[in-house]
Every structure is written in C-alpha cells, then in structure tokens.
C-alpha cells in the first residue's frame, strides 16, 4: 500500500477549494504557490504531461472571453508606441 504524504492530500483539497465560489483568482494562486513552496509536487510525473495542454487551454480560454473590437481598437492605438520605440532602438543603436 502507498504512504500518503500530506501534500499528496492538501494539493487535491486545495484544488477543490478553488473551485468553489468561496476561491477569488488571487487566492487561488497564492493557496497554490504557497503548498507548492510549503509541501512540493508529489504528482511531478502527471504534471509534466498536463501543463503544456492546460496552459493552451488557458490561453484559449482567456481570449474567448475577450471583446474582438475592443482587442483591436487597442491594438490600433499601440501601433504608435511600437513604431516610436523601433525608431528610438534604431537612433541609439546608430
């Protein structure tokens, strides 16, 4: 029979505790640093495999919550900022 380690059973009982409404984003990822730094990762194996795929998921995820005309009427307005600082590399860098 496998020992538990306390890790291998906090991490899951944080997790479900961030999905709760009682979770705001921020204190999810302080309760999740926090048991990482305190506890380690006691499932390294599986989430080596998993975080390449959630961190896509995430990325999809936050642009499907993103208001495409607002993305590029800021958009527009950085293109002034990017052609001045390309301009100022270029003159320092001369």
Do not use: D, E, H, Q
């Not at 302080?30 to 990762?41: D, H, T």
């Not at 998993?50 to 936050?62: D, E, F, M």
């Not at 993305?71 to 002034?80: D, I, M, S």
Request: aromatic fraction near 8%.
């Amino acid at each position: 029979m496998r020992k538990l380690s306390p890790a291998s059973i906090l991490i899951p009982l944080g997790a479900l505790f961030c999905l709760t409404p009682y979770a705001s984003s921020a204190l999810a990822l302080i309760l999740g640093i926090g048991l990482a730094v305190a506890f380690g990762n006691p499932y390294l194996a599986r989430t080596k495999k998993i975080t390449p795929k959630l961190l896509s998921w995430s990325v999809i995820g936050l642009g499907a919550g993103m208001n495409l005309g607002v993305v590029a009427t800021v958009g527009l307005r950085g293109v002034g900022y990017t052609v001045v600082g390309i301009a100022a590399a270029f003159l320092v860098g001369t």
